[in-house]
């Protein structure tokens, strides 16, 4: 049997090793959530024709990893650990509509009618300090039809619960273990904002915004800027940005950085259960892959015993300035009062 890991859905299957590398399902047993019929493989309403199925079939079996495509996702296979683990191949992220999700009893669309700032920050970032500032943006701004979603970027629900309490977090404050939300939304370091508007497209993309001074001199960045910006925003409507350039500046995914957090979740499956050597590999990978996604590769330091506030981060930032890859990517109009 191997383990599917997809998101915060676990699945067993039953499959083995094949020739090539491949690994092989029975083709009478449902796989990934799809059960075979005459017709194709279906789930729920949706169905993949038998015609095109067939390139993922063999006399021996389903090749998992060829389904996995099929449905639109990519699969990272590690036959010696029996486990899968799946990302979406190219997610669904257009300026017009924003990703909708559930998340700690909290779905995004439940705030239709109000402006959104979604707020991406972890534990292991030194936006923690900033979730405070956050909330007092939330409560000077809510009775404008404002609100603050904050999701933390943390692999324990544990890492960040003690900076959300601190915070006194009266917005929603939630935490995405799994990735599922930064993965949506293409983050690639924290702290990253999105504006979402009232009738639920991005107003403004992926940004790197502060709500304090405290690092400053490290990311250059100016909190009272980006909070005017936003009170322009939320009283104003104005997010200093068309339609034109929303779409010019929204990161969408590519299929490298996709398979990298495809690794990543394999990564955390293996840590989880005490599998530190076969995780780092994983953590390699994703890495190879998505040199620039601090998100990945700091975030999984903790997993791996490195500290991500010591030696291994301050490596990764040598590595990026010297390879001229950003840190920092705000975007480059900000309105002020």
């Known amino acids: 049997m191997f383990t599917v890991v997809d998101g915060d859905r676990i699945e067993r299957i039953e499959a083995r090793p094949g020739p090539g590398g491949r690994l092989l399902a029975p083709l009478d047993r449902p796989l990934l959530g799809w059960e075979r019929k005459p017709h194709g493989w279906c789930r729920d309403d949706a169905c993949l024709p038998a015609a095109r199925a067939a390139a993922a079939e063999t006399s021996d079996g389903v090749d998992v990893a060829a389904f996995a495509e099929l449905t639109g996702h990519v699969a990272v296979v590690d036959a010696a650990e029996r486990v899968v683990a799946l990302a979406a191949a190219a997610p669904r992220l257009t300026a017009a509509e924003a990703p909708d999700f559930a998340l700690d009893g909290v779905r995004l669309a439940d705030f239709r009618g109000r402006k959104v700032a979604l707020v991406f920050w972890a534990s292991w970032c030194g936006c923690r300090y900033d979730l405070s500032a956050w909330e007092e943006r939330h409560a000077a701004l809510r009775d404008h039809g404002f609100t603050v979603v904050s999701v933390a970027c943390d692999r324990s629900a544990d890492d960040a619960r003690p900076w959300i309490e601190e915070a006194k977090a009266t917005h929603p404050a939630l935490v995405d273990t799994e990735g599922v939300v930064a993965e949506l939304y293409n983050v690639i370091n924290v702290p990253t904002v999105v504006w979402i508007d009232e009738r639920g497209r991005i107003a403004r993309p992926q940004d790197t915004q502060t709500a304090t001074d405290l690092f400053r001199s490290m990311n250059g960045l100016d909190s009272k800027e980006s909070y005017a910006a936003l009170r322009r ?105």
Do not use: C, N, S
């Not at 259960?273 to 601090?294: C, F, K, S």
């Open 233 to 337: 925003w939320a009283l104003d409507g104005d997010a200093g940005l068309d339609e034109a350039q929303v779409r010019e500046h929204l990161r969408v995914p590519t299929a490298d950085e996709q398979r990298a957090r495809a690794h990543a979740r394999l990564a955390v499956w293996l840590a989880r259960g005490g599998r530190g050597e076969a995780a780092r590999r994983h953590v390699a990978e994703a890495a190879a892959l998505a040199p620039h996604d601090v998100a990945i590769r700091r975030g999984l330091m903790p997993l791996i015993g490195e500290d991500p506030f010591g030696d291994a981060y301050f490596a990764l930032r040598d590595e990026l300035e010297k390879a001229g890859i950003p840190i920092y990517r705000p975007l480059p109009a900000r309105p002020t009062a």
